[in-house]
């Protein structure tokens, strides 16, 4: 590989620098240049060549089936196209966090804003008689591959200490060059990181047959030779002749050179579940990130590609104030004499398992369960939305205690994913109170969503159900109750009449409970108009009201989760809060719901936020992106994208020209779903066209697993307010908070809401499938 052309160093000083030239960091930088063209980014590596894929070098690489070129990541152009600088033989020997800068082995510093460590980890040495003759090898970087490769050349006789992933995949690879290999484990199994007898068992047994020797139990205690490698004497005493050894016996995460500098390190860099440090500018991933993992419930060190690649991206967003927790099922991946496999989770606190197939037959899985929740899942060959479901049970933790029988028997299959219930809640001012009724319906029938998305009034009708999860009902009508003007109910023929009484009683008086004009002088310190305001409302009340009809306690271990939208004022960058990260509060909400220019900015943790509903009305984007796949019911209460009647004068042109604007996008995520229907079809076209041992190579990855397991069945339900129920109320618009149409609008959502639940005809209602909504679009 052609190391890129940058090699001086010097004093520098990038906005995002990125020590580690490994996969964590390639991705992290990707990430960073999507999400911020402008920004300075630096990559720091160690090596002299370009950052390239490890995986290979146990296997292909080491065979010399898979070439140089083939495990480089990207070309030396990408980096230079990215405008990403790639530092070569830059290997970060020190940290001084107050100057913010990280110093380099050959003594120049570069200065960052945001610092990522993804220095990964380095093979141990063994620590015995011998343990530098030549012959004596560590298989861990590229430089490595290829020494060993060379010395396999001249020798015979191989010894591979560890029978863990690299050492088992390295004996396979020697032997397939031609050595006659011994395999030594110091543990009574291979592959201990499994936690399965039955697995140690099934490899022992596929390695003997290829003429690997194993032997169990016992360490080596010395290497014998003079300058180069003749033998190894055991623990049990037996001599071993060989003239060529691999040391895979784990490794350490590269963190040294942070002693000292006050970042907090326990086995690796200690970071949170948004993988940031002690030191807020300071974030870690891959092989050297000590995170507190939420999906298994406790703190982890993960040395695999996968996990790697998702950090990087992760700590990319997070470095830029996403606060994006890691809740990912990582794959690994590997190849052991043409069996590739899989393994996903963590089996250390198994109590069960659950076989299914014939080892190493396809498909072939092994279930590990603790109190009937599957845990973990080894696999080989099982096809894409078999591997998907396995990291969604792992993930939301699915008891399998009525399916554990059934899925033993042959061809039984995991299933579809977990099906999920998500609310889409959208900003609509008083028509808010349309998706109160929606909600009231939903609950009278039983449905509680597992996740709700919401903006500006959404975010409020939204709260209140999440934090009275399956009984919401009496505190929404209690809310809208205090929302509601009593008084303003001008007779159906006198339209106009009403519409003026109500911009005028909204322009002087405002809504009670809500917001006040800052022309009103009963506002405290708001007088007269000034041209400094920023908003022409204050919104103080509703932060009261808030207090009092939501349950922000229950909120943290509410079985519904809230996922809110807002706008970083400063930035212009969508914010999501979440209610399993973020300490959800009355300004959390109002943020989501701060509509300029009639309402001012929110701040919440220093930073000024807007309403979401400005980036996107129906927020299914923000379930996408924070819960991955969606697989069940959507119920998208939709409070503009029906058919209206044309506006009649500029006020009304004014409102119909925002609803537009807040059209429901959930359109622009189908559309989408069907052009990555579209990219799975070609691939699986392309894969096909593979011969056997190569599609199912390509099938094991994770890219492959995560694309193609990707296509679950998602029923979007509309809850619509459309032209022909809105005639039915005397003026219905955003801002008509008047008590008769508060009551009318909630009538509305409801029976719109049961509408979809109660359907009159085989398929529901407002239930339709992604080329079902298009086909209604484009009507």
Request: glycine share 8%; aromatic share 8%; net charge negative.
């Given at each position: 590989?052609?190391?890129?052309?940058?090699?001086?160093?010097?004093?520098?000083?990038?906005?995002?620098?990125?020590?580690?030239?490994?996969?964590?960091?390639?991705?992290?930088?990707?990430?960073?240049?999507?999400?911020?063209?402008?920004?300075?980014?630096?990559?720091?590596?160690?090596?002299?060549?370009?950052?390239?894929?490890?995986?290979?070098?146990?296997?292909?690489?080491?065979?010399?089936?898979?070439?140089?070129?083939?495990?480089?990541?990207?070309?030396?152009?990408?980096?230079?196209?990215?405008?990403?600088?790639?530092?070569?033989?830059?290997?970060?020997?020190?940290?001084?966090?107050?100057?913010?800068?990280?110093?380099?082995?050959?003594?120049?510093?570069?200065?960052?804003?945001?610092?990522?460590?993804?220095?990964?980890?380095?093979?141990?040495?063994?620590?015995?008689?011998?343990?530098?003759?030549?012959?004596?090898?560590?298989?861990?970087?590229?430089?490595?591959?290829?020494?060993?490769?060379?010395?396999?050349?001249?020798?015979?006789?191989?010894?591979?200490?560890?029978?863990?992933?690299?050492?088992v995949e390295t004996a396979a690879a020697l032997r397939e060059l031609g050595l006659e290999v011994t395999l030594v484990e110091r543990s009574a199994k291979?592959?201990?990181?499994l936690h399965s007898a039955l697995l140690s068992e099934h490899f022992r047994r596929l390695v003997a047959a290829r003429g690997v020797e194993v032997l169990?139990?016992?360490?080596?205690?010395?290497?014998?030779?003079?300058?180069?490698?003749?033998?190894?004497?055991?623990?049990?005493?037996?001599?071993?002749?060989?003239?060529?050894?691999?040391?895979?016996?784990?490794?350490?995460?590269?963190?040294?050179?942070?002693?000292?500098?006050?970042?907090?390190?326990?086995?690796?860099?200690?970071?949170?579940?948004?993988?940031?440090?002690?030191?807020?500018?300071?974030?870690?991933?891959?092989?050297?990130?000590?995170?507190?993992?939420?999906?298994?419930?406790?703190?982890?060190?993960?040395?695999?590609?996968?996990?790697?690649?998702?950090?990087?991206?992760?700590?990319?967003?997070?470095?830029?104030?996403?606060?994006?927790?890691?809740?990912?099922?990582?794959?690994?991946?590997?190849?052991?004499?043409?069996?590739?496999?899989?393994?996903?989770?963590?089996?250390?606190?198994?109590?069960?398992?659950?076989?299914?197939?014939?080892?190493?037959?396809?498909?072939?899985?092994?279930?590990?369960?603790?109190?009937?929740?599957?845990?973990?899942?080894?696999?080989?060959?099982?096809?894409?939305?078999?591997?998907?479901?396995?990291?969604?049970?792992?993930?939301?933790?699915?008891?399998?205690?009525?399916?554990?029988?059934?899925?033993?028997?042959?061809?039984?299959?995991?299933?579809?994913?977990?099906?999920?219930?998500?609310?889409?809640?959208?900003?609509?001012?008083?028509?808010?109170?349309?998706?109160?009724?929606?909600?009231?319906?939903?609950?009278?029938?039983?449905?509680?969503?597992?996740?709700?998305?919401?903006?500006?009034?959404?975010?409020?009708?939204?709260?209140?159900?999440?934090?009275?999860?399956?009984?919401?009902?009496?505190?929404?009508?209690?809310?809208?109750?205090?929302?509601?003007?009593?008084?303003?109910?001008?007779?159906?023929?006198?339209?106009?009449?009403?519409?003026?009484?109500?911009?005028?009683?909204?322009?002087?008086?405002?809504?009670?409970?809500?917001?006040?004009?800052?022309?009103?002088?009963?506002?405290?310190?708001?007088?007269?108009?000034?041209?400094?305001?920023?908003?022409?409302?204050?919104?103080?009340?509703?932060?009261?009201?808030?207090?009092?009809?939501?349950?922000?306690?229950?909120?943290?271990?509410?079985?519904?989760?809230?996922?809110?939208?807002?706008?970083?004022?400063?930035?212009?960058?969508?914010?999501?809060?979440?209610?399993?990260?973020?300490?959800?509060?009355?300004?959390?909400?109002?943020?989501?719901?701060?509509?300029?220019?009639?309402?001012?900015?929110?701040?919440?943790?220093?930073?000024?936020?807007?309403?979401?509903?400005?980036?996107?009305?129906?927020?299914?984007?923000?379930?996408?992106?924070?819960?991955?796949?969606?697989?069940?019911?959507?119920?998208?209460?939709?409070?503009?994208?029906?058919?209206?009647?044309?506006?009649?004068?500029?006020?009304?042109?004014?409102?119909?020209?925002?609803?537009?604007?807040?059209?429901?996008?959930?359109?622009?995520?189908?559309?989408?779903?069907?052009?990555?229907?579209?990219?799975?079809?070609?691939?699986?076209?392309?894969?096909?066209?593979?011969?056997?041992?190569?599609?199912?190579?390509?099938?094991?990855?994770?890219?492959?697993?995560?694309?193609?397991?990707?296509?679950?069945?998602?029923?979007?339900?509309?809850?619509?307010?459309?032209?022909?129920?809105?005639?039915?109320?005397?003026?219905?618009?955003?801002?008509?908070?008047?008590?008769?149409?508060?009551?009318?609008?909630?009538?509305?959502?409801?029976?719109?809401?049961?509408?979809?639940?109660?359907?009159?005809?085989?398929?529901?209602?407002?239930?339709?499938?992604?080329?079902?909504?298009?086909?209604?679009?484009?009507?």
């Amino acid at each position: 590989m052609k190391p890129a052309p940058e090699r001086g160093i010097g004093e520098r000083r990038f906005d995002y620098v990125l020590a580690g030239g490994g996969i964590a960091s390639v991705s992290a930088a990707r990430s960073l240049r999507h999400e911020e063209p402008c920004a300075s980014i630096a990559i720091l590596c160690g090596e002299p060549v370009l950052p390239y894929r490890r995986p290979p070098l146990t296997k292909g690489f080491l065979t010399g089936k898979v070439g140089a070129a083939r495990v480089t990541i990207h070309p030396a152009d990408f980096y230079a196209k990215q405008n990403i600088a790639l530092l070569l033989h830059a290997r970060a020997v020190a940290l001084d966090r107050a100057a913010h800068f990280v110093r380099l082995e050959d003594g120049s510093a570069v200065h960052y804003g945001k610092l990522l460590i993804a220095t990964g980890a380095s093979p141990r040495m063994l620590d015995i008689p011998g343990a530098a003759l030549a012959g004596v090898h560590l298989l861990h970087d590229i430089g490595d591959a290829v020494t060993l490769r060379a010395d396999t050349v001249s020798k015979q006789r191989a010894l591979v200490i560890g029978a863990g992933f690299v050492g088992v995949e390295t004996a396979a690879a020697l032997r397939e060059l031609g050595l006659e290999v011994t395999l030594v484990e110091r543990s009574a199994k291979l592959l201990p990181q499994l936690h399965s007898a039955l697995l140690s068992e099934h490899f022992r047994r596929l390695v003997a047959a290829r003429g690997v020797e194993v032997l169990t139990g016992v360490t080596v205690e010395r290497f014998t030779g003079h300058d180069a490698l003749a033998g190894a004497v055991l623990s049990d005493g037996r001599a071993l002749a060989c003239e060529l050894a691999v040391v895979a016996a784990g490794v350490e995460p590269n963190c040294t050179w942070l002693a000292g500098s006050g970042v907090t390190l326990a086995d690796g860099v200690l970071v949170d579940e948004c993988l940031q440090s002690s030191d807020p500018d300071i974030y870690a991933a891959g092989d050297v990130a000590n995170f507190h993992d939420p999906v298994l419930g406790a703190r982890r060190r993960v040395e695999h590609w996968d996990n790697a690649v998702r950090q990087g991206r992760l700590a990319a967003r997070n470095m830029r104030g996403a606060r994006m927790p890691y809740r990912d099922v990582s794959i690994f991946y590997g190849d052991v004499f043409d069996v590739p496999y899989n393994f996903q989770g963590d089996p250390s606190d198994a109590q069960d398992v659950v076989e299914r197939g014939e080892f190493p037959q396809r498909p072939y899985s092994l279930l590990f369960l603790k109190h009937d929740v599957l845990r973990a899942m080894f696999s080989i060959g099982a096809p894409a939305d078999e591997a998907v479901a396995a990291e969604e049970m792992i993930r939301h933790r699915r008891n399998l205690a009525n399916s554990c029988a059934a899925l033993a028997q042959a061809g039984s299959r995991l299933g579809a994913l977990p099906s999920q219930t998500v609310l889409i809640l959208q900003g609509g001012g008083a028509l808010g109170a349309f998706e109160s009724g929606a909600i009231a319906a939903l609950e009278s029938h039983g449905v509680r969503p597992d996740i709700v998305s919401a903006v500006s009034i959404g975010a409020f009708n939204g709260a209140i159900a999440a934090s009275h999860p399956g009984h919401a009902i009496e505190a929404l009508r209690a809310f809208w109750r205090e929302l509601s003007i009593e008084g303003l109910a001008a007779p159906r023929a006198y339209a106009h009449m009403r519409q003026t009484e109500l911009a005028w009683h909204l322009a002087l008086f405002g809504v009670p409970n809500f917001m006040r004009p800052r022309w009103w002088m009963g506002a405290p310190g708001t007088g007269s108009f000034a041209p400094w305001w920023t908003s022409y409302y204050d919104t103080q009340p509703m932060l009261a009201l808030l207090r009092r009809y939501v349950d922000f306690d229950a909120l943290t271990a509410s079985p519904t989760r809230l996922l809110l939208g807002a706008v970083d004022v400063a930035s212009g960058e969508r914010r999501i809060f979440d209610s399993y990260v973020d300490r959800l509060t009355p300004e959390h909400l109002l943020a989501s719901g701060s509509l300029p220019p009639a309402m001012p900015w929110t701040t919440v943790e220093g930073r000024a936020y807007w309403d979401g509903g400005i980036v996107s009305n129906s927020p299914l984007d923000l379930v996408i992106e924070r819960c991955g796949q969606v697989a069940g019911r959507v119920f998208v209460v939709d409070l503009f994208s029906g058919l209206r009647p044309l506006p009649s004068n500029l006020i009304e042109v004014m409102l119909r020209r925002d609803e537009i604007v807040y059209a429901d996008r959930v359109r622009n995520d189908l559309r989408f779903e069907e052009n990555a229907n579209d990219f799975r079809d070609l691939v699986e076209r392309i894969t096909s066209q593979l011969d056997a041992d190569a599609a199912a190579r390509v099938r094991q990855s994770p890219e492959y697993i995560r694309l193609m397991g990707n296509h679950a069945p998602v029923q979007i339900h509309r809850i619509a307010l459309d032209g022909a129920s809105l005639s039915r109320v005397p003026f219905a618009r955003d801002f008509d908070f008047s008590a008769e149409s508060i009551a009318a609008m909630q009538e509305l959502g409801r029976a719109a809401a049961l509408a979809v639940l109660e359907p009159g005809e085989a398929k529901p209602r407002g239930a339709e499938t992604a080329s079902d909504y298009e086909d209604e679009v484009c009507k």
